[in-house]
Nanobody, 125 residues
Framework: QVQLVESGGGLVQAGGSLRLSCAASGFTLRDYGMGWFRQAPGKEREFVSRISRAGTSNYVDSVKGRFIISRDNAKNTVYLQMNSLKPEDTAVYYC???????????????????WGQGTQVTVSS
């Protein structure tokens, strides 16, 4: 059974850092693209970052230079290191697994097959 479990969220002051983790079970994480998305209150879920099977990483412009996605194959876990956090980063963060290529883009929600339950990140000003 495929399962994704996020952790590491919390309350942090602006300028601070958090590291989110997404532990995968039921599949080998390195064989698939993995993404991080976020959803702020009243807004649609948006793409944040992604790491491909080959290890290529992509980021939404608003987090470039501040966030880093990485993968630990031995732990079957993907991480999102978030630095220089801003109040506008406040959201529920989700990780997702891309199992079946659909011809869409990695930044589209519809491209992903499995989702975690989310972890809340709150950045105070």
């Amino acid at each position: 059974q495929v399962q994704l479990v996020e952790s590491g969220g919390g309350l942090v002051q602006a300028g601070g850092s958090l590291r989110l983790s997404c532990a995968a079970s039921g599949f080998t994480l390195r064989d698939y693209g993995m993404g991080w998305f976020r959803q702020a209150p009243g807004k649609e879920r948006e793409f944040v970052s992604r790491i491909s099977r080959a290890g290529t990483s992509n980021y939404v412009d608003s987090v470039k230079g501040r966030f880093i996605i990485s993968r630990d194959n031995a732990k079957n876990t993907v991480y999102l290191q978030m630095n220089s956090l801003k109040p506008e980063d406040t959201a529920v963060y989700y990780c997702a697994a891309d199992f079946v290529p659909r011809g869409g883009s990695y930044y589209q929600n519809s491209e992903y097959d499995y989702w975690g339950q989310g972890t809340q990140v709150t950045v105070s000003s």
